[in-house]
């Protein structure tokens, strides 16, 4: 990630994926194979999507659906050799599924409420989760509960989970409705750090590449960005209004924070949003709201959900102007 003077400008809309009929509520792209593109949906399944260029647009191939949730897909995380795929889901249930055969691996039973957020450890040995019964819990890919963390926990429903690697295996980062970020180690398993700052529920974290910053959204209409190094608050941006997801760009410092219909990019080094990004085929009199958002791993597309069941892919130019 490159700390440049250096701002990202939306070229034009390349393309729209169809194929959900509810929310999108998760994009997640492939890092073995960056032509392959996951989504899940309010509509209870997970799409696997081949994306392809045609002329000067980017299309998307619906080649696979995963059934089998039957309640709300919150998130879905995907193993790093692009086998499998974890989605959670309001059915209280998390599930694992191998890729290739379409097909359930392993449901890991435990949470009392609508799980929210799931996140797979670097090595993929290990599952976190984040549910609205107020609790993170750790799991084995066999579907073993091995912890959960309940004490200094979180007040309100945990809204969004990460993993991050450690000298002791992984940290895992939590976010809820009570306002906090929450780093959590496992030698010994217990709290490491309340992140205070946010105001009202936190609705997204977003962690750098090399792991060293998050960047953490809330309703509250603040960005908040850490140091996880010493788990230390940096700065503030001002979304604006509400805001419903953030994503750090893979190489650039700067990030992309959704608040309402409209995606606003930020240099993480400057205080209030260069540029704001807005669907051009949207033609009803209600504008649909952000839902998600993925980078391409090369940073040169945005993927965004949106509440009308679309997949809107963005393309970016640079400029290397002093902002």
């Not at 619906?62 to 995380?77: E, F, P, Y």
């Not at 496992?186 to 962690?207: C, T, Y």
Request: with cysteine.
């Amino acid at each position: 990630m490159e700390n440049k003077q250096i701002a990202l400008y939306c070229d034009r809309q390349v393309g729209v994926l169809k194929g959900h009929t509810d929310w999108i509520t998760q994009i997640v792209i492939s890092s073995t194979n960056p032509d392959t593109l996951f989504t899940s949906s309010r509509d209870k399944t997970v799409a696997v999507w081949n994306l392809y260029v045609d002329g000067s647009e980017i299309k998307g191939k619906l080649m696979k659906r995963l059934c089998g949730h039957n309640h709300i897909v919150s998130d879905i995380c995907l193993s790093k050799d692009g086998g499998f795929v974890i989605s959670s889901s309001w059915d209280k249930l998390i599930k694992l599924w191998d890729i290739e055969k379409g097909i359930v691996k392993t449901v890991l039973h435990g949470h009392t409420n609508d799980v929210m957020s799931v996140a797979f450890s670097s090595d993929n040995r290990q599952i976190v989760s984040g549910s609205r019964d107020r609790t993170v819990r750790l799991w084995n890919t066999l579907g073993h509960q091995k912890f959960v963390f309940q004490e200094n926990g979180h007040t309100d429903c945990v809204s969004a989970v990460l993993t991050k690697p450690s000298d002791n295996g992984i940290l895992v980062i939590s976010a809820g409705y009570d306002g906090l970020g929450k780093v959590w180690g496992l030698k010994p398993a217990g709290l490491r750090q309340n992140l205070r700052g946010h105001r009202m529920a936190i609705n997204s974290i977003s962690l750098s590449p090399n792991f060293s910053m998050l960047a953490s959204g809330g309703k509250d209409g603040q960005i908040l960005i850490w140091n996880l190094d010493t788990n230390e608050y940096i700065k503030s941006l001002e979304g604006g209004g509400a805001v419903s997801c953030v994503a750090i760009h893979p190489r650039y410092f700067l990030l992309a924070a959704s608040v309402n219909e409209s995606v606003k990019l930020f240099n993480i080094d400057g205080s209030a949003a260069y540029h704001t990004i807005t669907p051009i085929d949207i033609t009803t009199k209600i504008a649909p709201h952000v839902v998600s958002m993925r980078w391409s791993d090369d940073g040169a597309c945005l993927f965004v959900g949106y509440s009308d069941s679309c997949v809107r892919i963005f393309s970016f130019c640079k400029d290397n102007r002093s902002k």
